[in-house]
């Protein structure tokens, strides 16, 4: 375990496997969805916003600038099956089936098996007002990144005063 694990108050989990982040940068199981960043194949300088909400596969995808994507018309687009893909490299099969509440029919969940169960259900296309809060924890964490490592504590990253303060 490194220096950065041990000194972390959070519990750290390592990757079901490890994944590349050109594609999808960003993914996480949050606010009752699957959700995250999925590049663009056809411009490098835009990026989807797109996510899955548990137990209904209500879908939706649209641009940082809050513009539809193309290929979300009724059905799940290119980009939502690069997160669902991408979340099971990051969660495993089974964690984001039992989070989207799917139950694959053939037992052993996988990538393919959850895109097609969830999509054979006619889900909604949601709401994209997702998208925004998505994109900024997203903005945030690549600034993180930015930063040097070290085990001190972030002046930002401190809300609660130590316990040991006087008042």
């Given at each position: 375990?490194?220096?950065?694990?041990?000194?972390?108050?959070?519990?750290?989990?390592?990757?079901?496997?490890?994944?590349?982040?050109?594609?999808?940068?960003?993914?996480?199981?949050?606010?009752?969805?699957?959700?995250?960043?999925?590049?663009?194949?056809?411009?490098?300088?835009?990026?989807?916003?797109s996510s899955v909400a548990a137990a209904t596969y209500a879908f939706a995808c649209s641009t940082n600038n809050n513009r539809p994507c193309g290929g979300?018309?009724?059905?799940?687009?290119?980009?939502?099956?690069?997160?669902?893909?991408?979340?099971?490299?990051?969660?495993?099969?089974?964690?984001?089936?039992?989070?989207?509440?799917?139950?694959?029919?053939?037992?052993?969940?996988?990538?393919?098996?959850?895109?097609?169960?969830?999509?054979?259900?006619?889900?909604?296309?949601?709401?994209?007002?997702?998208?925004?809060?998505?994109?900024?924890?997203?903005?945030?964490?690549?600034?993180?990144?930015?930063?040097?490592?070290?085990?001190?504590?972030?002046?930002?990253?401190?809300?609660?005063?130590?316990?040991?303060?006087?008042?």
């Open positions: 375990m490194s220096d950065w694990e041990r000194s972390s108050t959070a519990r750290v989990t390592t990757p079901a496997r490890p994944r590349k982040l050109a594609k999808v940068p960003f993914v996480e199981l949050a606010d009752g969805r699957l959700q995250g960043v999925v590049s663009s194949g056809s411009d490098i300088g835009r990026v989807y916003v979300a018309r009724g059905s799940f687009c290119n980009h939502i099956r690069a997160l669902i893909n991408e979340a099971v490299l990051q969660y495993g099969a089974e964690r984001v089936a039992r989070y989207l509440k799917a139950e694959p029919a053939d037992g052993e969940p996988s990538a393919q098996t959850l895109a097609h169960d969830m999509s054979a259900a006619r889900p909604p296309q949601g709401d994209t007002k997702a998208a925004a809060p998505v994109f900024s924890r997203f903005l945030r964490h690549l600034a993180y990144l930015e930063l040097a490592p070290t085990t001190a504590p972030l002046p930002e990253m401190q809300w609660f005063p130590p316990t040991r303060a006087v008042a």
